[in-house]
């Protein structure tokens, strides 16, 4: 009789992602710092990163025929950010509802930690192409681990 292998065992994501960027000089504005659009593309591109990352890329959301589309962002600076700074974009999803998903982002500078901004998204899912409202598949939702509370992001980030 063939002895079996134990199953791999499952191996799961931090419920935190951190998705790093460093600052270029076409990111700084006419004010000498980080122009506020990119931070709140940082984010969009963190949200992106970590979906894929879950498995759910572009090539999945297609087959599946959906997608995600922002309803409101929500962001307050709180320091600012200037060429050649490494940020860190931690993310994470706080939770979903019938058709919605709320993230929430913290951006920190690598070097000294500084808490630079913060932000939530609620995003929308839609079906493609209709870009009509569509319940979020519990595949999908199953992919990611809910942080409902701040989490102590020393643990996720350094």
């Known amino acids: 009789m063939p002895v079996?292998?134990?199953?791999?065992?499952?191996?799961?994501?931090?419920?935190?992602y951190?998705?790093?960027?460093?600052?270029?000089?076409a990111d700084i504005d006419r004010n000498?710092?980080?122009n506020n659009l990119r931070y709140l593309q940082w984010c969009v591109d963190a949200a992106v990163a970590h979906s894929a990352a879950q498995g759910w890329d572009r090539d999945r959301y297609l087959q599946s025929g959906g997608s995600w589309v922002v309803r409101s962002h929500q962001i307050e600076y709180l320091a600012p950010c200037f060429a050649g700074q490494r940020i860190i974009v931690a993310t994470?999803?706080?939770?979903?509802?019938?058709i919605r998903s709320?993230?929430?982002?913290?951006?920190?500078r690598a070097d000294d930690r500084q808490l630079v901004a913060t932000a939530e998204t609620w995003w929308a899912y839609v079906a493609i192409?209709?870009?009509?409202?569509?319940?979020?598949?519990a595949d999908l939702m199953n992919a990611f681990e809910l942080v409902a509370d701040?989490?102590?992001l020393d643990e996720h980030v350094w």
């Open 18 to 25: 951190c998705h790093r960027h460093e600052v270029q000089e």
């Open 150 to 152: 701040e989490p102590p």
């Open 92 to 98: 994470w999803v706080a939770g979903f509802r019938r």
């Open 102 to 108: 709320l993230r929430k982002y913290r951006l920190l």
């Open 4 to 16: 079996l292998s134990p199953p791999p065992a499952k191996v799961t994501m931090p419920a935190v």
């Open 32 to 34: 000498g710092h980080v």
């Open 129 to 137: 192409p209709s870009m009509a409202p569509r319940r979020v598949p």
